[in-house]
């Protein structure tokens, strides 16, 4: 009795090939600005000589205590901004001094996108410091502003009070109806900052707080009034707009300069650089319809392993201080849906985008190398078999991405991705391109070809 391939008739035989897909076109490129939908913001300036200047500024709403009443006799004392920040980017002893102004002219609405290039000059009527919406600006240096949340997550808090006009301004903002009546009377503030080039802050909460007192007597028949003193809370939280505003002066000189790398990709966030990758896919057909002849093909895998070339390896230079570390998870997706994918807040599909964590390993002469793995066999399948689908070349784009997980009700080990987002933190990515001389880009085959009556 005939077991396995002998049982099968001549020409039955499932073909199983092997190829390396070496002609890739790699190259960096400058990403026009993408919808800003941050949940938490960078502020400050760094410079580098390597990737340039980086200046990030926040405009955001605050949000209402919606029906809420100040109590009768209530007077103002102050209101202070306070910002929240648990790391920061480059010197922390460096000097920082921090400005606010008063969103003075349009409204954020929260069901518009936003760039991260936004006009400030739609917003903000004059930015210069006697137009200050603080009492004073804030200098500080990262390090140094050291204060407790009183939880076991530790938080370095910036406060700053601002000037009376502008508390008297919120204080008197009653309309507590609605947040849409209350944003357009307190439209919000433009933080920035106007001095120090070394320190970007990573701040994750931003709230304005009013502190006012009033009076009552404790029983109707007292002469004497109590005074009690009682604060509220407007926190710029994810009822309302916040954008976070990134200025990247030398961006096209920077553009310029890394393109004549022939080795090295860079990727580099928030500057909005990525890299795109250019996959011949009508050759790929051609080769594959030659091996697998009449029969119907299917891809098993198609590997693509991005090698990062400036991961540091800490165990060997525990020293070690770069402008920025590559980004923790990439995204390769058709460029043909990059816009669309954020602006639609959309989640990752093999079909068009696939997401990869940064992974490290060791080879046989204990040297740690690191890289991203993508598996792209879903996306040429459909190369292969939908003919509306099928392009020359097709046009793939790596991007930085921080994503948002949700965690299953019956295993909190199981857990779905739920939010992608262009990462927002600091970033530097330098991989080898495809014309790198030591062993550059490919994407390694593996393929069948199956005869079409045996899977009808």
Not at 21 to 27: K, P
Not at 296 to 308: G, K, Q, T
Request: proline share 5%; hydrophobic share 35%.
């Amino acid at each position: 009795m005939a077991t396995g391939s002998s049982a099968l008739l001549p020409g039955e035989e499932i073909t199983v090939c092997c190829d390396t897909l070496t002609n890739l076109v790699s190259h960096s490129f400058i990403a026009q600005p993408v919808f800003n939908t941050p949940d938490s913001f960078l502020l400050g300036e760094c410079n580098d000589t390597r990737y340039g200047t980086l200046k990030a500024e926040i405009l955001t709403q605050f949000a209402c205590p919606i029906n809420a009443v100040y109590p009768d006799s209530s007077e103002l004392d102050s209101v202070c901004l306070f910002m929240y920040y648990r790391a920061w980017h480059g010197d922390g002893q460096a000097p920082l001094r921090i400005n606010a102004y008063l969103m003075d002219k349009e409204a954020l609405y929260y069901d518009s996108l936003y760039y991260s290039d936004i006009d400030i000059n739609r917003y903000v009527s004059y930015v210069h410091p006697q137009n200050s919406a603080l009492m004073r600006p804030r200098i500080i240096s990262a390090q140094n502003v050291p204060d407790s949340t009183g939880t076991s997550d530790y938080y370095y808090i910036l406060s700053a009070r601002l000037k009376d006009e502008v508390a008297r301004k919120l204080f008197y903002t009653r309309d507590f109806s609605s947040q849409e009546a209350f944003t357009q009377a307190f439209k919000g503030l433009y933080i920035t900052t106007d001095y120090g080039s070394s320190t970007i802050l990573y701040v994750s909460d931003i709230s304005l707080a009013c502190y006012f007192h009033y009076t009552y007597k404790e029983r109707e028949t007292d002469t004497e009034y109590i005074s009690l003193p009682d604060t509220r809370i407007f926190p710029a939280n994810s009822e309302v707009r916040q954008i976070n505003r990134f200025e990247y002066p030398d961006a096209e000189q920077l553009r310029h300069n890394l393109c004549q790398v022939r080795d090295t990709n860079y990727i580099l966030s928030p500057a909005n650089i990525y890299t795109t990758i250019n996959i011949p896919t009508k050759a790929m057909r051609e080769c594959i319809g030659q091996n697998v002849g009449e029969k119907r093909p299917y891809i098993n895998l198609a590997s693509l392993m991005i090698d990062v070339l400036n991961y540091p390896n800490t165990e060997l230079d525990p020293h070690y201080d770069d402008w920025a570390h590559p980004a923790s998870t990439m995204m390769l997706i058709k460029q043909s849906e990059f816009n669309r994918f954020f602006a639609e807040n959309d989640l990752p599909d093999d079909s068009y985008a696939i997401c990869s964590s940064m992974t490290t390993a060791v080879d046989s002469n204990d040297v740690y190398w690191n890289y991203y793995h993508f598996d792209l066999s879903t996306i040429f399948s459909e190369q292969l078999r939908d003919s509306a689908s099928q392009t020359d070349t097709l046009q793939m784009i790596l991007v930085p991405v921080q994503l948002g997980y949700t965690t299953s009700s019956s295993s909190s080990s199981e857990q779905t991705i739920s939010s992608v987002r262009i990462e927002q933190a600091v970033t530097a990515t330098e991989i080898r391109s495809t014309l790198a001389t030591d062993l550059p880009m490919d994407i390694e085959l593996v393929y069948s070809g199956f005869d079409v009556n045996i899977i009808k």
